[in-house]
């Protein structure tokens, strides 16, 4: 009796430390709930398609990171689409493959193959995750805010980006 006692304080001590996984109170799922919107999703994955569709999925995380950085920075607009709009900033969007990728998006192709990965990592991205895994090493993504096939003061690349 005296153990079973002990196993349900201990429980419940996990839950209020939010440690405990698979169980949690009303109050931490409605926090881990998503903070934004399926339109929010849709850009974010056509913006890291365009740019990242044929890297890892490190990669392409790590691209959904640099614009919520830019998001979250006084510097840049404060919105995902803001960003990914931004006069200058993304060359997919001037060039036209931004807009095409949004009507795939549309039309389904989202679904499967490297679009699907991009869907998961933008999810990722809008979902807090500011840390990439790459070649078996941790990278913390929260300072970058830029990202380029050749940058110069480059301080990280992962797959064919550097970034800083």
């Not at 990171?65 to 998001?71: A, G, L, P, S, T």
Request: glycine residues 8%.
């Amino acid at each position: 009796m005296r153990l079973n006692k002990f196993i349900i304080v201990f429980i419940v001590a996990l839950l209020f430390a939010g440690m405990a996984p698979g169980l949690t109170s009303s109050a931490q799922a409605a926090e881990k709930q998503a903070n934004y919107t399926s339109r929010d999703v849709k850009l974010l994955a056509s913006i890291i398609f365009c740019e990242a569709g044929n890297q890892s999925y490190a990669g392409k995380v790590a691209v959904g990171c640099v614009v919520m950085n830019r998001k979250r920075s006084r510097q840049f607009p404060n919105s995902v689409e803001g960003v990914i709009r931004q006069r200058g900033q993304f060359s997919p969007v001037a060039q036209g493959k931004f807009a095409r990728e949004l009507k795939k998006y549309k039309a389904g192709a989202y679904k499967k193959g490297a679009r699907k990965s991009c869907v998961k990592a933008a999810k990722a991205a809008l979902s807090g995750q500011d840390h990439v895994t790459f070649k078996g090493r941790t990278i913390n993504m929260r300072k970058y805010h830029f990202f380029s096939q050749r940058l110069s003061r480059a301080k990280l690349r992962i797959g064919g980006h550097d970034f800083k």
